[in-house]
């Protein structure tokens, strides 16, 4: 699960889905990603 979770933090940064949030002017984003497996769950963040 944990490489699930860190891949979800990867795609948020290949993907630039925080860059909007820059663009208005934010500039501490918090990000996180979850990975889920039958009734597990892992998040993990990543600020910037």
Do not use: P, T, W
Not at 30 to 47: D, P, Q
Request: with cysteine; hydrophobic share 35%.
């Amino acid at each position: 699960m944990q490489k699930a979770e860190e891949r979800a933090l990867n795609q948020i940064e290949e993907m630039h889905y925080a860059d909007g949030m820059y663009a208005q002017g934010y500039q501490k984003v918090i990000k996180y990603g979850v990975a889920f497996y039958r009734k597990s769950c892992l998040v993990g963040r990543c600020e910037e």
